[in-house]
């Protein structure tokens, strides 16, 4: 597109015919043929600014050893990338993982099931699981543990239903 601008300005047009032909602003037309004059490109220039410390390479380290492990501290990869003479701060680390995507979040809090649990639980279900509807309405349901509603609406939703059961399955796969 800037190149068709200059193309168009060297065969003597104005800026609002330029404009006009290609749909542009007359300022952004303006500013393309003003840099072509400076500069004698139209590509982006590199800005100023203090490069950056960590490079290319060691940025690969960081996003590859976090998806190894997601647990991974910034300060444990603040060690990692200081044992490559690499000397960053954490929360340097953080940021440049963060714009690749890779943000720190706490992990979901899920319900808390042994294997024990989980095989009692599958028992009783394909124990029960041609049961009539009148049993099922006179069954009394009752556990031991403490239900608040407001910590059950925050682990309630699909997606962690899905992640409860597929956790489940796995384990029920491993028994």
């Known amino acids: 597109m800037r190149t068709e601008v200059i193309e168009i300005s060297q065969s003597g047009k104005s800026y609002k015919a330029i404009s006009k032909a290609l749909g542009l602003q007359r ?16 590509v982006n220039l590199p800005r100023s600014g203090r490069p950056t410390k960590i490079t290319p390479r060691a940025q690969r380290r960081l996003i ?22 690499v000397s960053v701060h954490d929360s340097t680390i953080r ?3 963060g714009k690749n995507g890779l943000h720190g979040r706490f992990p979901r809090r899920k319900p808390l099931l042994s294997k024990k649990n989980i095989r009692a639980r599958l028992n009783f279900a394909k124990k029960h699981l041609n049961d009539c509807q009148d049993f099922w ?7 031991e543990s403490k239900l608040n509603y407001n910590n059950f609406a925050k682990m309630s939703g699909p997606k962690f239903l899905q992640s409860a059961v597929t956790d489940s399955l796995q384990v029920i796969a491993n028994a």
């Open 95 to 97: 940021k440049r993982l």
């Open 137 to 143: 309405e006179n069954t009394l349901w009752t556990d």
């Open 64 to 85: 590859r050893e976090v998806i190894k492990d997601p647990r991974t501290t910034s300060k444990e990869l603040q060690a990692s990338l200081a044992s490559i003479k």
């Open 27 to 42: 300022t952004t037309v303006r500013a393309i043929i003003h840099k072509w004059q400076k500069h004698g490109t139209v």
